[in-house]
T-cell receptor, first 110, second 113 residues
Framework: QQQVKQSPQSLIVQKGGISIINCAYE??????FPWYQQFPGKGPALLIA?????SEKKEGRFTISFNKSAKQFSLHIMDSQPGDSATYFC?????????FGQGTRLTINP | DTAVSQTPKYLVTQMGNDKSIKCEQN?????MYWYKQDSKKFLKIMFS???????INETVPNRFSPKSPDKAHLNLHINSLELGDSAVYFC????????????FGQGTRLTVV
């Protein structure tokens, strides 16, 4: 049962461009929506997170947009840099349990 | 001063063996987790412990047994290893309270041959 669907699986963006990754969830009980960044050989690290009572959250070049009625949320990376090349995971959580999306391998070309 | 540390980083073993992975966190968190990341990078929760008590136990074969001697440690013991157990296993911890950031260890790459 895939509760969190993430797309695309892979994404190539030119340096300076905008990277957009989308997620959709099914369970309306979820109340916490984080994005994690994972570099090869490392564990996932929290990038940014949002609660369903706000529609957008921005931290530096990273923005989460959240649409509660559509049960969708997305990550936007502005001015993408080669150092942003990594695998990104969306997740949805409730009661300390996180359900992860399938991951998006992002490559930023210099 | 690693926040969540797990050992070993790599583990290669034969089918049928029993092995353990250790995890320790120095963040003072009350909750610890084990996640499995398969070859397609899919991350799935296996277990969660809060103050040494099991609170989440997903559909995992009972060959996998977590052990929490204290709230800073959560070890994973696997009996009768199978080829399909090959994966990267991540330990994580978070503070009690919904929406708390989960901190992950570096992972243990288990290869069963």
């Amino acid at each position: 049962q895939q509760q969190v669907k993430q797309s695309p699986q892979s994404l190539i963006v030119q340096k300076g461009g905008i990277s957009i990754i989308n997620c959709a969830y099914e369970n309306t009980a979820f109340d916490y929506f984080p994005w994690y960044q994972q570099f090869p050989g490392k564990g996932p690290a929290l990038l940014i997170a949002i609660r369903p009572d706000v529609s957008e959250k921005k931290e530096g070049r990273f923005t989460i947009s959240f649409n509660k009625s559509a049960k969708q949320f997305s990550l936007h990376i502005m001015d993408s840099q080669p150092g942003d090349s990594a695998t990104y995971f969306c997740a949805a959580g409730r009661a300390q349990k996180l359900v992860f999306g399938q991951g998006t391998r992002l490559t930023i070309n210099p | 001063d690693t926040a969540v540390s797990q050992t070993p980083k790599y583990l290669v073993t034969q089918m049928g063996n029993d092995k353990s992975i250790k995890c320790e966190q120095n963040l003072g968190h009350d909750t610890m987790y084990w996640y499995k990341q398969d070859s397609k990078k899919f991350l799935k929760i296996m277990f969660s412990y809060n103050n040494k008590e099991l609170i989440i136990n997903e559909t995992v074969p009972n060959r996998f047994s977590p052990k929490s001697p204290d709230k800073a440690h959560l070890n994973l013991h696997i009996n009768s290893l199978e080829l399909g157990d090959s994966a990267v296993y991540f330990c994580a911890s978070s503070q009690v309270g919904e929406g708390s950031e989960a901190f992950f260890g570096q992972g243990t790459r288990l290869t069963v041959v």
